[in-house]
């Protein structure tokens, strides 16, 4: 499993592929050269059986094909998961994302006054303005924030250990430095986002961060189905199409897309909301009472 788990970029996906191969290979109970493809097949149909989602089966099933790939092409070991399929994933449904109404509201309530306060304004502006993820924002040092021609800029550690920059727009900065003003920093190197609290320690999680979203969320009496601390990178993606008039490139660059067709997907929502075939039904109902 080592030579697998190395050649992988991202410590969190080393984590996640550790932790899948050994949850299968508690399962199967066998070698790892003893694996048939029917062993992956009834892998899957238990999975199933125990009500995991398409998308929960599809990746730990991904996992195994690459797993079994890399052993087959760098030990020649058979590989068995090389005639097994996916189940197919679809999700046609519109993403949750907050309206610029909501959004400035669920940053209004935030109180600065708190230290605490002043970290979380800081990360949720990333988060809702930069659109940044947040296993993004926990990954954060103080030194990724540099000056590049008068632009203040935040070296980004993305998906798949893709480093790449972002702009950080003025107020933004303003909200991260006025939290940065509570702090005695000794070294560049540490997190710019620190856990507060008595048990607290470090560098904040991205748990935590998830759950200060749900607390603001809440502040601000937002309710929607499907709302988390990822609509808010939705949210940016959206309000910056529609309301700010971005093109389409200028959104891929912010989100740090490597795949046009990523980003096409909130244009596609939009336009399915904006322009549906269904408000040219020529039905009318009856005046309501």
Not at 25 to 52: M, P, Y
Not at 255 to 283: C, E, M, Q, S
């Amino acid at each position: 499993m080592s030579p697998f788990l190395t050649q992988q970029n991202c410590e969190k996906t080393k984590q996640d592929y550790r932790c899948e191969l050994r949850l299968f290979g508690q399962w199967v109970g066998k070698g790892v050269r003893e694996v048939t493809a029917l062993d992956i097949i009834a892998f899957r149909r238990s999975l199933e059986e125990r009500g995991c989602k398409p998308i929960t089966v599809a990746k730990k099933l991904a996992v195994l094909r690459s797993f079994y790939r890399f052993l087959h092409e760098a030990f020649n070991v058979p590989n068995p998961a090389l005639c097994v399929r996916l189940p197919r994933v679809t999700d046609d449904s519109t993403r949750a994302v907050l309206t610029l109404q909501e959004a400035n509201r669920f940053l209004t309530v935030i109180d600065t006054s708190t230290v605490i306060g002043k970290r979380d304004l800081a990360m949720m502006s990333m988060l809702a303005v930069l659109g940044l993820r947040t296993i993004e924002v926990s990954r954060c040092n103080v030194e990724d924030i540099h000056d590049v021609e008068g632009c203040a800029v935040m070296r980004v550690k993305g998906k798949g250990g893709r480093i790449a920059d972002a702009k950080i727009r003025d107020d933004v900065h303003t909200a991260i430095k006025a939290y940065l003003s509570t702090r005695v920093i000794q070294d560049t190197r540490e997190p710019l986002f620190l856990a507060i609290g008595n048990l607290a320690r470090g560098r904040i999680c991205p748990k935590t961060i998830q759950e200060r979203v749900r607390h603001y969320f809440r502040t601000a009496g937002i309710q929607k189905p499907r709302l988390s601390a990822h609509s808010l990178r939705h949210t940016a993606a959206l309000l910056t199409l529609s309301v700010g008039k971005a093109d389409l490139l200028s959104v891929q660059r912010m989100l740090r897309h490597t795949d046009p067709k990523v980003t096409l997907t909130y244009l596609r929502a939009l336009d399915f909301l904006k322009d549906n075939a269904v408000d040219r039904n020529p039905i009318s109902l009856p005046p309501q009472a």
